[in-house]
């Protein structure tokens, strides 16, 4: 029989880091970070990182486990989760697998094969050089040239895809976007229930508001100073998070610290609106609306869920 798997997604802000502890706690899980930014030191308030006091006696994998300085992509992702979850089954517990990072979700869910994107240094280090020399939209333009597809899904702030995806193109002469295609056709090695929470629009976005309020007001401008004492720049992975780079900006003297505000607040609600977008093309999904629920309700229509789906007997 194939493993167990809990995915329990959704767009920023929605809630779901109370409710995957709850989840963990009630279904005998251990969580595994599905986040691009919690998994570095040091950028705990921008990256909104579950505290000690939320995990709540909860294991929690893939959090706190690289320097900023290194670079974190879908590749390195899959195999820190794959090794998470097999500690996991060992132990007789339910992986839950908690982030807003789709693509990531998506390579673990379907053990997407990525060998052949191995790029040439060379070539990467030409691509790089021309986003900073010319801007993230020429080397947008550069692949809606060759793979018209993946520049709608991919958004032209997102230099790493953009770049992978050119390599691919530049090594295989193929699109990405074929690639990606038939490895999300496969199916799953795992039994797995794919949860994806949502709110109303403008509740969600309120949220957004709140919670970037609350950021500045524990700190994030002194934690982007800090991670700038040390060194880091807007060009590095870690540094292009929502909220380090837009202060990075405001710190870099390339607007005033009300713009960049403004600006991080809209990018956040753009950036939960994408990923609406990428979860409502995922297949054998089950959406779970939070809108007028307590958290008791939500794990009680979650539980129907699991047996549903075979998580539970």
Do not use: C
């Amino acid at each position: 029989m194939k493993k167990p798997l809990l995915i329990l997604t959704g767009p920023t802000a929605v809630g779901k880091t109370s409710l995957s502890v709850k989840a963990a706690k009630r279904f005998h899980g251990e969580i595994i970070s599905a986040d691009s930014m919690q998994v570095y030191r040091g950028m705990d308030i921008g990256s909104a990182k579950v505290t000690r006091e939320e995990m709540d006696g909860v294991p929690h994998h893939l959090i706190d486990v690289l320097d900023p300085r290194e670079a974190f992509h879908v590749v390195r992702f899959k195999g820190m989760a794959q090794a998470a979850m097999n500690g996991i089954h060992e132990r007789g517990h339910l992986p839950i697998l908690t982030g807003g990072t789709g693509f990531y979700i998506q390579a673990l869910l379907y053990d997407i094969d990525f060998t052949e994107n191995d790029a040439d240094p060379s070539y990467r280090e030409r691509l790089e050089s021309l986003a900073r020399e010319r801007g993230a939209s020429y080397l947008h333009g550069l692949l809606r040239e060759r793979d018209q597809k993946a520049a709608a899904e991919i958004h032209e702030n997102n230099v790493k895809r953009v770049i992978r995806a050119l390599e691919f193109y530049e090594k295989t002469g193929k699109p990405i976007s074929e690639h990606n295609q038939t490895e999300r056709e496969k199916e799953s090695p795992y039994r797995f229930a794919y949860m994806i929470l949502n709110r109303d629009r403008a509740e969600l976005y309120r949220r957004i508001d709140l919670r970037v309020d609350a950021m500045l007001e524990n700190g994030l401008l002194d934690e982007v100073k800090r991670l700038k004492a040390m060194g880091l720049t807007k060009d590095m992975v870690s540094m292009q998070g929502l909220g380090y780079k837009e202060l990075l900006s405001y710190l870099d003297g390339e607007m005033d610290y009300d713009e960049a505000v403004r600006i991080l607040k809209r990018d956040t609600r753009h950036f939960a609106k994408r990923q609406l977008t990428w979860f409502k093309r995922e297949r054998q999904t089950d959406w779970l609306s939070l809108d007028g629920k307590t958290e008791e309700d939500a794990l009680t229509e979650l539980e129907a869920i699991l047996f549903r789906r075979g998580l539970l007997s």
